[in-house]
């Protein structure tokens, strides 16, 4: 892209947003980044590498304690299958909320750096840039959060917007006289806040989360550009993508619900503009925690966010294996549900995140609701705001049981999407309710998401998969095996889906089997996950010509002469099949 061009397009966004005030700080904004794209050099990413990756989260501290502790972990996560790693928080933060208050966008915790507090900017950067160029070597691709639509209340610039009404960074922050604007907008954490707005002084500030993280003000020109400027510094490190916290709260309106409003559309542009000039293909994911047909807005014509997490999807893969029945998936992915997006686009996809079994209203029905929570809510203590969530281990949710969370992981790792595997739950990891307990004393919180957080530890968990018929062996084989044979196949991440009707022996249609043919090019996969605790006969399709008397996975597909395929209780395969004759 051409000057004329950069400063057009990004002109065309500043003018809707801002029509009243003069270019002069866009221009200046402009020539830097063509000073920042001479001045360092970028390696080329692979157009869409987003839909071929499996992304696997983690807290570095939770984890492995700090950088130096996860590039230990690299051969492990490379093992596993994994080729793209979303780092949860790690900029400067009082932690009181997990890292996502953040104090200071350009420094990493101290705490991840294992250096002692007397190491100098540089030395502090080295750590990061090093394990950067570790994680690139061995083919792991790196993402961050970065929250855009607050910081702590610890960082600079509210620290100076609190001093006084008329100082430069009052205007970064959104305040007022009173505590009755924006009344349209909903409580986001309802049971753990009262209200959108916390009083200091003679006046209020808004925030949609914590009231120690108070909301950004991109009325603010400053505030765009300031955080753009953030996006560039990490990019100039070799980031390769990040994760774009509370994208649908950004803008706000008086007389509006403050969500997904059309200037949010805009400044994200802007950003994925930016993003586009200085190294393309740099991934920008939304976290819209929204209904799909929302959340597709933030594709644009593929020029807002690269791709999105599918966040009404994940109840309904739970809600389906409670009920014994596909309907709920099949639903959810139907065009009805989901919208076609860009072809640049891509929904992400995941069992478990950083936070609880999210059941807000916005994408699931009261109905829907409480059957789940019902389901899977099995002790007090996991329940989460008011019924509207579950935080527990995706082990916990479904029993401990190694051959429902190998199930469970072979539908997400099958439908459509990029999916996200949560710190741990390869292996089963459990509630941690010392952690829980711990965080709940530092915070001041009864956040019962700590429940889902918690440390590793690793020379427990080694003597643990070493033994063969452990709990965690079993799962771990299970999860392993699964993403590495999905590595081998595009179709996953970049096919179509075909829905397959299966009856059982009698020819009576059941609705027990979540039944699938993913296909890209000549690549065609046939997948049967049984979402019941029952041994089931099933009548092969009489088109469906598999290619092997093993499934990609290894196990035995077990067919008579009559075309009847035996599968075990919450059991799964992944055929291969012929199209056309063909192999």
């Not at 998401?449 to 079993?474: C, H, K, T």
């Not at 595009?490 to 043919?517: E, H, M, Y």
């Not at 002469?561 to 099949?577: A, E, F, K, M, S």
Request: glycine content about 6%; overall charge negative.
């Amino acid at each position: 892209m051409e000057h004329h061009t950069l400063f057009e397009s990004l002109r065309s966004y500043w003018t809707e947003l801002y029509p009243a005030i003069p270019l002069n700080a866009l221009r200046e904004f402009t020539g830097e980044l063509e000073t920042l794209k001479k001045s360092v050099q970028f390696e080329p990413l692979e157009p869409q590498w987003y839909k071929d990756a499996v992304v696997y989260s983690l807290y570095v501290d939770l984890f492995n304690k700090d950088f130096a502790g996860l590039i230990e972990k690299l051969d492990y996560l490379k093992s596993l299958g994994v080729n793209c790693l979303w780092l949860l928080p790690i900029l400067k933060s009082p932690m009181r909320d997990a890292g996502f208050d953040i104090s200071d966008y350009r420094s990493i915790r101290p705490d991840l750096l294992g250096l002692p507090h007397s190491a100098s900017d540089a030395e502090r950067e080295r750590v990061f840039i090093h394990f950067l160029q570790q994680a690139h070597e061995n083919g792991i691709k790196v993402i961050f959060d970065i929250a855009i639509n607050h910081t702590s209340e610890e960082h600079p610039w509210f620290m100076e917007s609190r001093i006084s009404s008329f100082g430069r960074y009052r205007d970064y922050y959104i305040w007022n006289s009173d505590d009755k604007k924006y009344s349209d907008a909903r409580i986001i954490f309802k049971g753990l806040c009262a209200s959108n707005w916390e009083k200091y002084g003679d006046a209020y500030y808004f925030h949609r989360f914590f009231e120690f993280q108070p909301d950004l003000n991109y009325h603010n020109p400053e505030v765009l550009l300031e955080m753009s400027k953030n996006l560039l510094f990490w990019l100039a490190k070799g980031v390769d993508g990040f994760r774009a916290d509370a994208i649908p709260y950004i803008w706000k309106e008086e007389g509006t619900a403050c969500e997904n409003l059309h200037q949010a559309h805009v400044v994200v542009k802007f950003f994925r503009a930016v993003l586009d000039y200085v190294r393309p293909d740099t991934l920008l994911l939304a976290e819209a925690c929204q209904k799909p047909n929302e959340v597709v807005k933030y594709f644009g014509n593929g020029d807002e966010c690269h791709a999105g997490y599918h966040f009404p999807l994940m109840p309904q893969m739970f809600k389906a294996l409670a009920m014994n029945d596909k309907s709920p998936v099949e639903l959810t992915l139907s065009l009805d549900v989901t919208p076609g997006i860009p072809d640049n686009s891509q929904w992400f996809t995941f069992l478990r995140c950083h936070d609880e079994l999210s059941l807000e209203l916005v994408y699931v029905t009261e109905e829907d609701r409480k059957f789940i929570h019902d389901s899977y809510c099995r002790k007090p203590e996991w329940d989460f705001r008011l019924g509207q969530g579950i935080s527990a281990r995706l082990a916990e949710l479904m029993d401990r049981d190694p051959r429902k969370i190998g199930l469970i992981f072979s539908v997400m790792l099958t439908l459509p999407g990029t999916p996200v595997v949560y710190y741990g739950d390869e292996f089963g990891k459990l509630n941690d309710e010392k952690y829980y307990s711990e965080m709940i004393r530092l915070t001041g919180k009864n956040d019962t998401r700590f429940l889902v957080r918690g440390m590793i530890n690793w020379n427990e968990l080694d003597e643990q998969l070493n033994l063969p018929g452990s709990y965690y062996a079993s799962v771990y084989q299970q999860i392993k095996n699964q993403i590495n044979i999905r590595r081998r196949f595009r179709c996953f991440g970049r096919g179509v889906i075909k829905w397959v009707n299966i009856t059982d022996s009698t020819q009576k249609p059941t609705t027990a089997v979540l039944s699938f043919i993913r296909s890209y090019r000549s690549e065609n996969i046939y997948v049967l996950n049984n979402l019941s605790p029952e041994h089931l006969t099933l009548k092969l399709p009489d088109d469906m010509d598999i290619a092997a008397p093993v499934d990609l996975l290894g196990a035995r597909v077990d067919v008579d002469d009559q075309r009847n395929l035996y599968l075990l209780p919450y059991g799964y395969l992944w055929l291969t099949i012929r199209d056309n004759g063909k192999e």
